[in-house]
C-alpha cells in the first residue's frame, strides 16, 4: 500500500512546492545526515519522519494524508527497528534517497523523484522480508 500511496502524494505534491518547503525539505535531509552519521535512531526517525510528511502534506489530499499517517502507525514499532539495523547493514550503503528526490524535484522531474521513493519504499520492505525469513529460519 505505501507503494501505491506515498509514490501518489509526492507527484501531487510536486507541482505545489514553494521555495519555503524546499528550505525545510533541505533542513530535514541535513538533519537526516547528522543523525545517521551520530548513530541517533530518534533523530533518524524524526527527520525522515518530517522529510516525508512535508512533501506529502503539499499533496492537497486530507484524505490520502490520513491513509499514508495510518500506515505509519501501523507499522512504525516493527519498521524503525529494522530500519535503524537497514542503516548498519550493507544493504544500506543508500538508507534513503531523499536528497536525490530534492534534486529530481529541483530539475522539475517528478516522475524520477517517485522513483526514487519507490526504491527507497522497495529496499527498506525487502529487508524486513528477509529480516521476517531470518527469524523464522532460526526459531
Not at 90 to 108: F, N, T, V, W
Amino acid at each position: 500500500m505505501r507503494l501505491q500511496l506515498e509514490p501518489l502524494a509526492l507527484t501531487l505534491a510536486a507541482p505545489h512546492l514553494k521555495p519555503a518547503q524546499f528550505e525545510r525539505l533541505d533542513a530535514f535531509v541535513a538533519q537526516h545526515e547528522a543523525a545517521r552519521l551520530a548513530s541517533d535512531p530518534t533523530g533518524v526517525r524524526q527527520a525522515d519522519t518530517g522529510f516525508l510528511f512535508e512533501l506529502y502534506r503539499s499533496s492537497g489530499s486530507a484524505l490520502l494524508l490520513s491513509f499514508i499517517e495510518s500506515l505509519w502507525l501501523r507499522r512504525r514499532p516493527m519498521f524503525w527497528e529494522a530500519r535503524w539495523a537497514l542503516l548498519g547493514s550493507s544493504l544500506g550503503r543508500a538508507p534513503h534517497r531523499h536528497k536525490e528526490i530534492m534534486d529530481a524535484l529541483r530539475q522539475g522531474r517528478p516522475d524520477l523523484a517517485r522513483d526514487f521513493l519507490v526504491e527507497e519504499i522497495r529496499s527498506a520492505g525487502e529487508f524486513l522480508l528477509e529480516a521476517m525469513r531470518f527469524r523464522e529460519a532460526t526459531d
